[in-house]
């Protein structure tokens, strides 16, 4: 169903299309091709077509700035009929690091909130030499190209500092948030095996203050591979670090080499790898997907300047926290110009405005966030545009999870009428979107925007037919740079290929279950797999199976995300079903000790809001159990191939639950 109306919520004008950055890269390009472009239409078929002449474009910054620092090479693309495959840039040498660190001057690189306990700033002088400094410390402790620098931090300018600091290395930043529980992290770091770890003392949610050293002392002495612990200081003035192995204190590590000022770039492959980023582990321990930092560039630089129009001095926020691409994403702003606005913790802090507030004391002018937080402000009776000012706010994005069409309404009768409302639609699988906004077209009430420059994205349905007006499956069908290098102890690729490319042969199949409309835009229905989105953050069913299954009581578990609540289904509730051992009955004590045992070793949004008893549960003859099948009997819907199911009968065990209805 196409959810559009007849007019448009928001049109740009005529001098804000004339401004833009991809009206002037549109131009650019025209000039330096011999083409022409009259619309983003055009703009986007060529982008596609001639794959080579666009990227090489977006190398140059045609129109939009700098070009990227480094050395392109001749080649652009070899084995472009591959995927996977296609090597991009195989002759360049750059770094990741140098294109974000292009300043030094004594603006605003970055700013801080956390909620409203800690605000600070750093300017780009500043945070060139404060990654010059951890550079060298990490250099000291043998960190070289290749090596993994860890974080489990909070979104704070060290975590910025140290990823920077590895990247100008060589070596590959991954992160988790501190809100993981020990499992989670070792699930993580326990694959990838990282040399240094950054770690917070603690951090702060919703007023209250989370200390995590104790947590982190029992992560550490379950990592082998890690020769040093660097401990930042953020909640707490003293700290007692005799029960975290390998720990030295933030100011104590960079010490000294507080002499040096300037840095080091290792120039390196196109494919360097740059990020181990993580699935959600719904088949097992989450998938280390590498990606490159070439790739990474070179798309979020597409993604800043032409989508989200950011320029050269732009305030740029995006609530995200270290376990989220998102947090990737944002940080890569600094390549465009932008200064990043970072944030920690509740979005709803304090009297629930303090994003607002952020907003208009440092002139934000692109405001990142979720779905779920604006259902949140709606339902709070919140109205921005009428308690601030927000006169610099230009865009705002959401993510995480579909923006339905009242979320839309919402934005531009409450926050902001001239506003360029983006949704967006990617994943930690490309660590960046599909799909996504063009400050250039105008906004349909419950629509994307526009598909994203440079990627081939279609919709098929289950005979590979393109389709238009119809739901179906989120392909791409030609490579583009920021496909994964693969994934980490993928040795022969065959997870990789397993993830992407089985369904469709040569074309990714990215899992969204989606639409293209008459405008052109999109409409993201949800995901075609089993993945749980609660509050827009996705989870794997099988980090709660391997936390609830810990307990001698329960045989066997399967968790859905059940739409909720069912008369406006914005959201899912997270549902778990467990098979006991036998003669036990499911009572109020061992509900809350499967809750506990989640919660402390993944995060809150884990943790099930019912837990219900059933006999069995259903599998295929192969022995995997079937989410989709269950979610579908929950729904009221029909499940299709029973007779894939070695035990059907069980899906009745799942059918009119009157616990299922409050």
């Known amino acids: 169903m196409n959810l559009a109306e007849d007019k448009p919520l928001w049109t740009p004008s005529p001098a804000r299309i004339a401004s833009s950055n991809l009206t002037a890269f549109r131009v650019a390009a025209e000039q330096r091709w011999g083409l022409s472009l009259p619309d983003y239409e055009a703009l986007y078929a060529w982008s596609v077509e001639q794959p080579e002449q666009f990227w090489v474009s977006v190398w140059e910054g045609a129109g939009t700035g700098g070009p990227v620092i480094g050395v392109r090479g001749e080649r652009v693309l070899v084995d472009g009929d591959k995927m996977p495959g296609a090597s991009w840039f195989p002759d360049a040498r750059l770094n990741f690091a140098q294109n974000l660190l292009r300043s030094r001057d004594a603006h605003d690189a970055l700013v801080f909130w956390g909620e409203d306990r800690v605000k600070n700033r750093m300017s780009h002088g500043e945070l060139y030499r404060a990654v010059a400094r951890f550079a060298a410390a990490l250099r000291e402790q043998g960190v070289v190209a290749g090596d993994r620098v860890a974080a489990y931090m909070p979104n704070m300018p060290e975590t910025l500092v140290a990823m920077l600091a590895a990247a100008s290395i060589g070596a590959i930043f991954t992160s988790a948030s501190p809100d993981f529980g020990v499992q989670g992290v070792l699930d993580r770091f326990g694959q990838t095996e990282p040399k240094v770890l950054v770690a917070c003392d603690g951090y702060y949610y919703a007023g209250k203050t989370v200390d995590v050293l104790q947590r982190l002392g029992e992560i550490v002495a379950q990592l082998p591979s890690l020769k040093r612990v660097v401990v930042v200081p953020y909640v707490h003035q003293a700290h007692e670090l005799s029960a975290v192995p390998h720990a030295r204190m933030l100011s104590d590590f960079v010490k000294p080499f507080a002499h040096i000022d300037d840095l080091e770039f290792a120039q390196l492959p196109f494919d360097h790898p740059l990020y181990i980023m993580y699935s959600s582990g719904t088949t097992g321990v989450p998938k280390c997907i590498v990606h490159g930092a070439g790739g990474a560039l070179l798309q979020h630089l597409k993604e ?177 740079p920021v496909m994964p290098i693969g994934f980490w102890g993928d040795a022969d690729g065959s997870k990789y290929h397993a993830a992407y490319f089985d369904r469709f042969p040569n074309v990714w199949c990215h899992g969204d279950f989606c639409e293209i409309t008459a405008h052109g835009g999109l409409i993201i229905y949800g995901r075609s797999d089993a993945t749980l989105n609660p509050g827009g953050v996705r989870i794997g069913t099988a980090e709660i199976y391997r936390q609830v299954e810990k307990l001698p009581e329960v045989v066997e578990s399967l968790v859905i995300g059940q739409d909720w609540p069912p008369q406006n289904p914005n959201d899912v509730r997270v549902v778990l079903f467990v098979k006991l051992a036998e003669g036990l009955v499911l009572d109020d004590e061992l509900v809350r000790r499967i809750r506990q045992v989640i919660r402390d070793n993944t995060t809150p949004r884990h943790v099930p809001a019912k837990v219900l008893q059933v006999a069995d549960i259903p599998r295929t003859k192969s022995g995997k159990i079937v989410e989709l099948a269950v979610r579908n009997v929950v729904h009221g819907r029909p499940v299709k191939n029973q007779e894939a199911l070695a035990n059907p009968e069980a899906l009745a065990y799942f059918s009119d639950r009157s616990e299922l209805a409050g």
Request: hydrophobic residues 40%.
């Open 304 to 480: 800043h300047r032409l989508h989200g129009d950011v320029k050269p001095g732009d305030r740029v926020y995006y609530f995200t926290t270290c376990g989220w691409m998102m947090w990737n994403w944002l940080v890569s702003g600094l390549a465009a110009g932008a200064t990043l606005l970072l944030y920690d913790g509740s979005p709803f802090a304090a009297d629930k405005h303090i994003v607002f507030d952020y907003a208009d004391a440092e002139g934000m002018t692109h405001f990142g966030t979720s779905a779920k937080f604006i259902d949140a402000c709606a339902k709070f009776g919140m109205r921005p545009r009428e308690t601030h000012k927000l006169d610099r706010l230009r865009v705002m994005m959401s993510t995480g999870s579909p923006l339905v069409p009242e979320a839309f309404d919402y934005v531009y009768r409450e926050i902001k009428t001239d506003l360029q409302l983006s949704s967006i639609s990617g994943g930690t699988d490309i660590i960046s979107c599909f799909v996504l906004g063009s400050p250039v077209l105008p906004v349909w009430r419950g629509e994307i925007q526009s598909r994203g420059l440079g990627m081939a994205v279609d919709v098929w349905d289950e005979d590979a037919q393109p389709v238009r007006g119809e739901k179906g499956e989120l392909v791409c069908t030609k490579p583009f």
